[in-house]
Every structure is written in C-alpha cells, then in structure tokens.
C-alpha cells in the first residue's frame, strides 16, 4: 500500500504539479492511514472499505486530532482513493460515507496599521542583512504572498517597471502590484546588497540567507519571530500574520473581495471572506466600545 501512496505523490508532482507543502503533506496523512490499516491486517487498497476509513476517522478524534486536521485527513485519503479508482487500481470508492467534522473557523490573528509600522521599521537597512530582511518584510507586507512564494522567488520574478511580482503557486501563476515603500526597499537591496551575500549557487532566487544560499521557511520564521520580539509587539507573530494583516487591512479599507482573493491566492473566495468577517468584527467592537447608548 505504501507503494501505491508514493506512485499518487509523483503524480500529484509531475502531474498535477501540486506545491511541495501540498504532497508533503498528503503523504504524511496517508502514510499514517496506512500504518493503521497494516495493524488491523489491511495491506490492500482492494481490502479498504468504507467501514475500515470511518474507524480511522474515529481514531483520530478520539485520540485528539483537531477538527481541521481530522478534515485536512479526510481530503488527503478522498483525493488518493479517487486517483486509485481513476487508474482502475479499485474497483468502487470507499470514501463516499467519509463526512468531515464541522470546523469552527477562528479569525485570524492581524497586526495593527501601528504594530506593522513599528515591525517594518525595526530592520537596519544601512548594513547588508538588514537591508535583505527590510525588503523582504515589506514585500511580504506589501503583496500578502505565502512565505514558500517570498522564498522562492527569482529575480526575473520582479517587475520594477510595473512596480509587480509574478508569483507561482503550484500549476497557478498570478501577478501582485506591490507599493512603492516596497519597491524602493527592493531596489536598495538588489542594487547595494544581494551581490555582497549570494554565491555561485544561489542562481536567480531574489533572497538568500547570510551564506549564499536559498532561505528557508525556517530561517524566516526566526528573522520575523526577532523583529518581532525588538517591536515589542506581544501578538505571536508568524509569516501568517503578514499575510492575513495585508488581506484584513485591504478588507478594511475598502477593497472588495474578488480582488483580494486574486491577490493572495484563494482558490475559494469563501476562504477570503474570513476577512470581511474580520472587519465587520472589528466594526462591532469600535461600535460597542464607542457608541453613546450601550
């Protein structure tokens, strides 16, 4: 069975051409589906049944798995077995009685317009690391883009006539505008900066750590998790946060959503109506506090 997991993850590679996070993420979910098959005796995925899915289901709940882990569970298993059943690998799905758990969506956690500004200033852009690490945070910022977009960006990614990126997620490729406070951070760091920390095998990526080489999630986490801590802001701050603070601030002034979901990404704008959530939130709260007849 693990055979058949790791022939739907080339697929959803080469074919599908799903973001690494994604297959990554898919084949965790099934490799541990199927550890809990071979303990009760399933090596087949002719052998799964309905029955066999919904007891895994069970497990999980029962043994603490979050609603949105349980549901991210079931469209990983959902997707495989429709891939088996499309490759003639199954001869019936057993996957129609899998039901998600209902998840309560909690609203994400946003900066401030003040919070934002006291982050994005804290970064020296008169020495070399400081100046990469402004541009990013104000790209990031400016653009809303995923942390794995930021990282893998190219240099032929970045459009400064046109003040723009081109972003590439998966099989998908959008452009985002991003604001001149960004472009002339960008500007001063691949004019005085980026030669001073690539090598030779950093090729084309846009951002590099202090060694030449590509940054990773990682490596990013910890540069914004310090910046963070030197704002003095108290908020648990994550790549996220940039990116939710970006959608919210732009729900909040006005923009409307079928825009912001271009820009940040969704493939649903169901996903980005959290924003609009958010702000219709945040209005209830200034009313509640400001409102003369309580």
Not at 217 to 237: M, V
Request: proline residues 3%; contains cysteine.
């Amino acid at each position: 069975m693990k055979s058949a997991v790791e022939n739907f993850i080339v697929y959803l590679k080469d074919v599908k051409k799903t973001s690494e996070n994604t297959y990554v993420s898919y084949r965790r979910d099934l490799m541990k589906l199927v550890n809990f098959l071979n303990e009760h005796g399933i090596e087949d995925v002719k052998d799964v049944t309905s029955t066999n899915l919904t007891s895994y289901v069970l497990h999980l709940e029962k043994n603490g798995s979050a609603a949105s882990s349980v549901s991210r569970s079931i469209a990983s298993i959902k997707a495989f077995f429709n891939y088996l059943f499309t490759e003639g690998k199954i001869s019936k799905l057993p996957t129609d009685s899998l039901k998600p758990p209902k998840v309560i969506k909690k609203l994400p956690e946003i900066l401030s317009i003040d919070e934002i500004n006291s982050l994005l200033s804290q970064p020296d852009d008169s020495n070399v690391k400081g100046c990469r690490d402004k541009a990013m945070l104000e790209l990031l910022y400016a653009t809303g883009i995923r942390v794995s977009e930021l990282i893998g960006l190219k240099i032929s990614d970045v459009n400064l006539s046109t003040s723009s990126i081109t972003c590439k997620h998966g099989s998908s490729e959008r452009s985002i505008p991003f604001s001149n406070t960004a472009k002339a951070a960008i500007t001063k760091y691949l004019k005085d900066t980026r030669s001073a920390m690539v090598d030779d095998n950093a090729g084309d990526i846009l951002f590099t750590n202090c060694s030449g080489q590509p940054m990773s999630r990682q490596g990013f986490w910890k540069l914004i998790k310090y910046y963070g801590n030197k704002a003095g802001i108290e908020k648990d701050i994550t790549p996220h946060t940039l990116r939710h603070s970006f959608a919210a601030h732009l729900v909040e002034n006005g923009a409307d959503l079928k825009s912001v979901q271009e820009m940040i990404g969704h493939s649903d704008i169901s996903t980005t109506q959290i924003y609009a959530d958010l702000s219709n939130s945040k209005i209830r709260e200034v009313y509640a506090k400001a409102h003369p007849r309580k």
